[in-house]
């Protein structure tokens, strides 16, 4: 039988992992897996060896003050993979944490196929990573085109398969009748994934809402969190004593509620992608500790945060990142799109002509699926 190795490193990485392998699942039925991942993996029958949250770490300092027990995770897992023996080691996403394990799997058993996916960000920064993926990664699967020009200059075998967070879906409709109220207006509210992200970004977005409610009566702010975050951002709005605001994880809610909502305050990532798919406005939040910031501001290459944005190279979504990332800021960026219905329009279609071009032919998933089975009969 054969087995393949799933490694994620945060949620993100667990559902982008879950839409492939999900497909992998239904066209070879006889593999046996093992992963480190999360609730999305878990929910098609793999089991994970650590729990997401021992090893979802963000910025520089956070990885500095947790290095020892990194270094002792990374170990752990692979003595778990090198026990396993599987035929693929598929790596998705927490390059700094998936790409040292698959480093050090290869130079103990170089048979195990390796292939990542979601490139590192070569074009932000520290382009010269690339030598050292082409020791150790088999194949690299790439979410944008644009991508290619990098891994083709040092010969890494990759294939682009478009990003699944623009795929379309036909999920089964739910009932929201107990959340959407026909009164109410939804803005749809994203603090992150990881527990740091949601520390910081929290209490900001709390008071951008009770700066909302003195203005307007008629609106509903969801909070779309993970399971794992559910219960601390539910305690800690419930502290706020404000009675127009959902917490909710399930994914076919939320990917309903996102369609449903009239605007979108995002931290910045893969889920802004999400939330163009589903054509609806935003601005795209950021904030760090001051330290994480600098070095950040010494090392990158673009000029934005949001893919959006970056691919144009001009400002489509609003970002407002650091100093600007608070509740009075996000507070008039918001209205003033909410009382100009044509600038909200106008970054519809500009985000939709956007996503045309990081669609595959089929869906990401296919693709990805398709070389994953490619290298199963090789």
Known sequence: MKKIFILTGEPSGDKLAYKI?????????????????????????????????????????????NIFKIKKTIDNTVQEIIKFNPDILFSVDSP???????????????????????????????????????????????????????????????????????????????DL??????????????????????????????????????????LKFIFHTTDMNRNLIYEKVKLENLDNIEVISDENIKKQILENSIFAVSKSGTVSLEICNAKVPSIIIYKMNFLNFLIVKMLVKVKFANIINIINNKEIIPELIQKECNAREIYNSVVYFLKNPELMKKQINNCENTLKKIRSKTSSSDEASLVLSKFLIS
């Not at 048979?111 to 990664?137: D, G, M």
């Not at 520390?199 to 409610?213: E, G, R, V």
């Open 21 to 65: 392998i999900s497909k992998l699942k239904k066209n070879h039925p006889n593999i046996e897996y093992l992963c480190v991942g999360g609730t999305h993996l878990k929910s098609i029958g793999i089991k994970s060896i650590f729990n997401l949250s021992e090893i979802t770490y963000i910025g520089f300092t956070s990885v500095l003050l």
């Open 177 to 218: 009748s107990q959340i959407i109220q026909k009164d109410k207006k939804i803005i749809s509210l994203f603090c992150g994934s990881r527990l740091s992200e949601v520390n910081l970004l929290l209490p900001i977005l709390i008071n951008f809402i009770i700066m909302m409610n003195k203005k307007y009566d008629d």
């Open 96 to 174: 700094d944490y998936t790409l040292r394990v698959a480093e050090k799997v290869k130079k103990i058993n170089h048979k195990i196929k390796t292939i990542h996916y979601v490139a590192p960000q070569v074009w932000v920064w520290r382009e010269n990573r690339l030598k050292k993926f082409k020791k150790f990664l088999d194949h690299i699967l790439l979410l944008f085109e644009f991508e290619k020009k990098y891994f083709d200059k040092e010969n890494i075998p990759n294939t682009f398969v478009g990003h699944p967070l623009v795929e379309t879906e036909n999920n089964n409709k739910i």
